[in-house]
Each structure stands twice: as C-alpha cells, then as structure tokens.
C-alpha cells in the first residue's frame, strides 16, 4: 500500500508530500491544476522511462520517493528476502532521481537498483490504469495465471509445471547418455586397461621413498665400501688409527694423574671418548657385514622404479593419488558396465512421467475452458453496468500448436491463455493492448479487477480518467464499483466525477497557487466544509450557489450512509 508520496521539482510541483490511506483515495482539481503531476511523478518512482520536459523549469534534477507499506505482500517480501533487503517496520522507500542531462538514479531504500529490477518490484505493488503503461493485466502472459487463480487451479498448475521441469531435466541426462556411447565406450577402455595396470603393478604404501633409498645405496656400493675402509684405517688401532692413539694418551694421562690429581678428570673423559670411537667402529663393522650387493639386485631395483615411474607419469605423482586415480576408474568402469540398466532406469521414468504430465495438462486444459466461460461472463456483466453494454469480453483458451500442427505441451500445459475485447458492437474482439481510450480500458480493467479482486496479488490500482466519456447512472455503478473495490485494494483515482469523489475514504484535492511570478501545484487532504465545497465546484464548476452546495450535502450524506450500511 502507498502511504506517502513525496515529489520536489516535477513539473509545477516545487516540493510536496502527499499522504494516502487505505481504501478509496481521490484526486480531484479544475482542469490544469495538476493533477496529472501525482500520477507522472508516481509512474516515474515506479520504474517508468523519464522525461527530463518534465523537471521544473530553474532546476537540474527532479527527486521522487515513495514509503510503500508491503507487510501484506507476500510475493514483494519474497522478492526483497531474495535479495537481502531489510523492509523498516514493514515499510520500504523508493526514491528516484533525474538529471536534466537524462542520468539518474534509482534506490529500494537505500539499495541502488537497476529499472528492470525496479519495475519487476513495482509490478507486484502498483496497477496504473489509463495513459500510463504499467499494466500487468496487459501482458498476455498473466493471463493464464489470473485465469488459474480464479478457478482455484494454481496447485494444479505448479504440480504440472514441476512435473514437466523433471522430466525435462530426465531428457536431458537420457539424450545425454546416448549421445555420449562412443565416448564413454572409449572412456571405458582406457579406464579397464589403467584399472588392470595399476592392480598388476601391486604397489605398497612408501614403496616409492623406500625404493629411491635403496636405489642410492646400491648404485654406490663401490664408494660406499671404500669409505667403510678409509674408515676403519682412520680409527683402528692400527698404527696411526684414532684408538690407538686414543689409548696411548690414556695412559699417559693415568701417568699425570698419578704425579697430578688435577689431570684425573681429563683422563676419564678421554677413556670415555676412546670407548665412544670403539663402539663407533663396531657399528661401522657390523653395517658393512651386513650390507648385501650384487649387480642383479641393483637391476632389479632399478626395473622397479622404472616401472612405478610409467604409473606415476600417467596417474599420479604419489602412490596415494594412484590409488586415488585407481578407484575412479573403477568406479567409472562400473558406471559404464552399468549403462544398459541406466537406460532402462531412464525411459521407466520418461515414460511414466510423460504420460502423467499428459494426463495433467489435458485436465487443466479442461478445467480452464470450463472456467473461461464463468470468468467471461461475469466480467460481462460487470462491462454492462459500467456503461459498456455493447462491449464483448473474450476469455480466449486455445491449444499450442507445434510445426506438425498437433498440441504442444508446455511447462504450463496444452495451453495460451489471452483476454480479448471488442469494445463496441460488430468489431472483432481484440487484445486488450488494442484499446485505445483510456476511459474505456480503465473500466475494463475495473471490471476485470472487480471480478477478481478476491485473488489478485497487487496492493494499489491506480485509475486516470477512468469517468472519460460517462456521466448519469454510469457514473454512480462506477463509483458504487471502485468503492466496493477498494474494500479489497487500495485505490487511487483521479476524476472530474462528484459521484465517484462523494464515496472517497481519503479525498485529496489538487489547485494551482502564484507566488512570486511563479506557478505552483497545491495538494491537500480535505474534508467538512472544504470537501463539500470542492463537490459542488465538481457539480456545477462554482462553490457559490445554494443549490449546488445543497445537492454536494445530499451526495456526501448520501455515500456516507450507504458506506455505514455496508
């Protein structure tokens, strides 16, 4: 629901807010005043292309912002949710700036948006009726919808449309499947042939390290055992080894100690050194006894290697990611070698699926022409009082063909859905689109929302011009008609009408002011004395005279008793 609109430089309106409530909300003024500057200024806060003509002479740019209570709105809250934008207490604000060099701005509260995301908001908020073009009742593609919804058919149409996306998507992995038998029959070679290469290869956990350590020590055997005696020379107690020179210097240092207590430290730390060399070259002894060579086991190692280094360029740079590269051809083996039974598993499905979307779309298909007629003719009837009796209103429910002219079935079934009209007597009905008066497809678009005020989704109509070309009786039924509407939806209409403005929950009027040499537009709620005034300005264009004053009493009097009836 729009609760405030604020505009500041738009066309005669310098800076002013105008206040809305629930219900029925009329604009009213003489010709001229302005009151097309609320319906322009809203249009362009709602995502409308902007016309820089229209940024009041003297300044550079115009700003509107709009405070729109959508706590009621499921569809908008979602689409804010989605987004990640946060409603204040229910409310959101929508500002627009332009620029005079035709650049702007557009925010949902303080969010920077895109027109298209603008106008994909707007349109689950705002219907605006007559020389403006955001409309949803003129796209063709709500009217299936709209048609559902009437007929309580909406569950059965998203079980349809989830049924056929499924099955789709089931196609689609099936011609998949198909498509790809070459490829995958190749795949599964190459798979079968690493799968027996690797298994073959029986390789161990650290194989690898184990395998490049013995490699190293075999290939330098020779230098290994040369080392081994250089080193036993270096420490035995040979002459010049380390422990026989160790030991010499033990006992001389026993000698020192015997003359000087000083040196009996020192000579038990180099016995413990000398013991230390001892066991050293007892270790070196043992690991040399020990170590086996042959030029055979040095070839074999090296075949080994040779062989583990083929697996590791084509599979993997480490034992574990061969194993890993192993299990995935298995797996990929076992899902080709399981291909037939996925074939089969794929067209049960598409079968079944198939026949039960099939089934789905020929009831829906049905149940809309049955219910076509219903919502054909009570929008009729709702035509007729509103002073269209010649007027024809088509709910049009035809299948879709294909290139072979037979039905096609879409994610919303057999069905194209479009609401066709021929306003005056021996015309061919036409889209809706066709209309050209505003006052003719304002009423239409009054009669259709009247119809399904009950299950349309958005919060505010707006109404332009709606009493074009009606006065008498047509009037009163479409006055009577936007009231009982507006007990539903929020309505906002401008009109020249006193019996449309009598029945108003909130009426506003709009006049023209000069100060300083300059024109401005004045809006203002009004009631008592005020609003009686402006009704009789409405009868008879003067406020002036007894009768007219008298007559504006009667219909106030008049509309608030049939309000309190209600």
Same mark, same amino acid.
């Given at each position: 629901?729009?609760?405030?609109?604020?505009?500041?430089?738009?066309?005669?309106?310098?800076?002013?807010?105008?206040?809305?409530?629930?219900?029925?909300?009329?604009?009213?003024?003489?010709?001229?005043?302005?009151?097309?500057?609320?319906?322009?200024?809203?249009?362009? %806060?709602?995502?409308? #292309?902007?016309?820089?003509?229209?940024?009041?002479?003297?300044?550079?740019?115009?700003?509107?912002?709009?405070? +729109?209570?959508?706590?009621?709105?499921?569809?908008?809250?979602?689409?804010?949710?989605?987004?990640?934008?946060?409603?204040?207490?229910?409310?959101?604000?929508?500002?627009?700036?332009? #620029?005079?060099?035709?650049?702007?701005?557009?925010?949902?509260?303080?969010?920077?948006?895109?027109?298209?995301?603008?106008?994909?908001?707007?349109?689950?908020?705002?219907?605006?009726?007559?020389?403006?073009?955001?409309?949803?009742?003129?796209?063709?593609?709500?009217?299936?919808?709209?048609?559902?919804?009437?007929?309580?058919?909406?569950?059965?149409?998203?079980?349809?449309?989830?049924?056929?996306?499924?099955?789709?998507?089931?196609?689609?992995?099936?011609?998949?499947?198909?498509?790809?038998?070459?490829?995958?029959?190749?795949?599964?070679?190459?798979?079968?042939?690493?799968?027996?290469?690797?298994?073959?290869?029986?390789?161990?956990?650290?194989?690898?390290?184990?395998?490049?350590?013995?490699?190293?020590?075999?290939?330098?055997?020779?230098?290994l055992f040369m080392l081994f005696e250089d080193m036993h020379n270096s420490l035995s107690e040979g002459s010049g080894g380390a422990l026989s020179g160790l030991r010499s210097g033990v006992?001389?240092?026993?000698?020192?100690?015997?003359?000087?207590?000083?040196?009996?430290?020192?000579?038990?730390?180099?016995?413990?050194?000398?013991?230390?060399?001892?066991?050293?070259?007892?270790?070196?002894?043992?690991?040399?006894?020990?170590?086996?060579?042959?030029?055979?086991?040095?070839?074999?190692?090296?075949?080994?290697?040779?062989?583990?280094?083929?697996?590791?360029?084509?599979?993997?740079?480490?034992?574990?990611?061969?194993?890993?590269?192993?299990?995935?051809?298995?797996?990929?083996?076992?899902? +080709?070698?399981?291909?037939?039974?996925?074939?089969?598993?794929?067209?049960?499905?598409?079968?079944?699926?198939?026949?039960?979307?099939?089934?789905?779309?020929?009831?829906?298909?049905?149940?809309?022409?049955?219910?076509?007629?219903?919502?054909?003719?009570?929008?009729?009837?709702?035509?007729?009082?509103?002073?269209?009796?010649?007027?024809?209103?088509?709910?049009?429910?035809?299948?879709?063909?294909?290139?072979?002219?037979?039905?096609?079935?879409? %994610?919303?079934?057999?069905?194209? %859905?479009?609401?066709?009209?021929?306003?005056?007597?021996?015309?061919?009905?036409?889209?809706?689109?066709?209309?050209?008066?505003?006052?003719?497809?304002?009423?239409?678009?009054?009669?259709?929302?009247?119809?399904?005020?009950?299950?349309?989704?958005?919060?505010?109509?707006?109404?332009?011009?709606?009493?074009?070309?009606?006065?008498?009786? +047509?009037?009163?039924?479409?006055?009577?008609?936007?009231?009982?509407?507006?007990?539903?939806?929020?309505?906002?209409? +401008?009109?020249?009408?006193?019996?449309?403005?009598?029945?108003?929950?909130?009426?506003?009027? %709009?006049?023209?002011?000069?100060?300083?040499?300059?024109?401005?537009?004045?809006?203002?709620?009004?009631?008592?004395?005020?609003?009686?005034?402006?009704?009789?300005?409405?009868?008879?264009?003067?406020?002036?005279?007894?009768?007219?004053?008298?007559?504006?009493?009667?219909?106030?009097?008049?509309?608030?008793?049939?309000?309190?009836?209600?």
């Amino acid at each position: 629901m729009l609760e405030e609109l604020f505009i500041k430089n738009y066309a005669l309106a310098d800076q002013l807010t105008v206040e809305f409530t629930s219900g029925f909300n009329i604009l009213s003024g003489e010709t001229g005043s302005g009151k097309s500057v609320i319906i322009g200024a809203l249009s362009l %806060v709602l995502g409308e #292309k902007g016309d820089v003509t229209a940024i009041r002479t003297g300044t550079s740019e115009t700003e509107v912002s709009a405070v +729109i209570n959508v706590s009621t709105n499921e569809g908008a809250r979602s689409w804010l949710s989605e987004r990640e934008i946060e409603a204040d207490d229910g409310r959101i604000i929508l500002r627009r700036i332009l #620029k005079s060099t035709g650049r702007g701005s557009m925010f949902i509260q303080s969010v920077p948006s895109t027109k298209a995301d603008i106008n994909e908001f707007t349109a689950l908020l705002f219907d605006i009726h007559g020389q403006h073009e955001h409309q949803s009742l003129l796209s063709v593609d709500n009217h299936r919808s709209l048609l559902d919804s009437f007929a309580g058919l909406k569950p059965s149409a998203e079980q349809l449309k989830t049924d056929f996306l499924e099955l789709g998507a089931i196609k689609k992995e099936y011609q998949k499947l198909m498509s790809d038998e070459r490829e995958m029959l190749r795949e599964a070679d190459l798979a079968s042939f690493a799968v027996k290469e690797i298994e073959d290869a029986k390789l161990q956990p650290g194989e690898i390290e184990q395998l490049e350590t013995e490699h190293k020590l075999l290939s330098q055997a020779e230098k290994l055992f040369m080392l081994f005696e250089d080193m036993h020379n270096s420490l035995s107690e040979g002459s010049g080894g380390a422990l026989s020179g160790l030991r010499s210097g033990v006992n001389q240092l026993k000698e020192l100690g015997s003359i000087e207590p000083a040196f009996e430290e020192a000579q038990g730390r180099l016995e413990n050194a000398f013991y230390e060399t001892e066991d050293i070259l007892d270790g070196l002894e043992r690991y040399k006894n020990n170590f086996s060579f042959s030029p055979d086991k040095l070839a074999a190692c090296e075949e080994r290697l040779s062989e583990i280094l083929k697996l590791r360029k084509k599979y993997g740079d480490t034992v574990d990611e061969i194993f890993n590269f192993l299990e995935e051809s298995r797996k990929r083996v076992s899902s +080709i070698e399981n291909r037939e039974e996925l074939k089969t598993e794929y067209l049960e499905k598409i079968s079944k699926l198939e026949k039960a979307v099939l089934q789905q779309a020929s009831d829906l298909s049905g149940q809309r022409k049955s219910a076509s007629k219903k919502l054909q003719m009570e929008i009729q009837q709702q035509l007729k009082a509103l002073g269209m009796p010649k007027a024809e209103f088509r709910v049009h429910v035809e299948a879709r063909l294909g290139e072979n002219g037979r039905p096609v079935c879409g %994610v919303n079934g057999f069905d194209a %859905v479009e609401f066709l009209i021929s306003p005056n007597q021996g015309e061919p009905p036409k889209r809706l689109r066709t209309i050209a008066s505003g006052g003719e497809i304002s009423r239409v678009m009054l009669a259709i929302k009247s119809v399904l005020a009950a299950i349309d989704t958005v919060d505010c109509l707006v109404f332009d011009e709606i009493d074009a070309g009606i006065g008498g009786e +047509i009037a009163v039924s479409v006055g009577e008609h936007m009231y009982k509407l507006s007990r539903f939806k929020q309505i906002l209409c +401008i009109t020249h009408l006193a019996s449309i403005a009598v029945r108003a929950d909130n009426h506003i009027r %709009v006049r023209k002011k000069t100060a300083n040499d300059r024109t401005f537009t004045v809006i203002e709620s009004i009631s008592g004395d005020e609003r009686k005034f402006e009704i009789a300005r409405m009868l008879s264009g003067d406020t002036d005279t007894d009768v007219s004053l008298k007559h504006a009493e009667e219909l106030l009097v008049k509309a608030a008793g049939e309000r309190e009836g209600n």
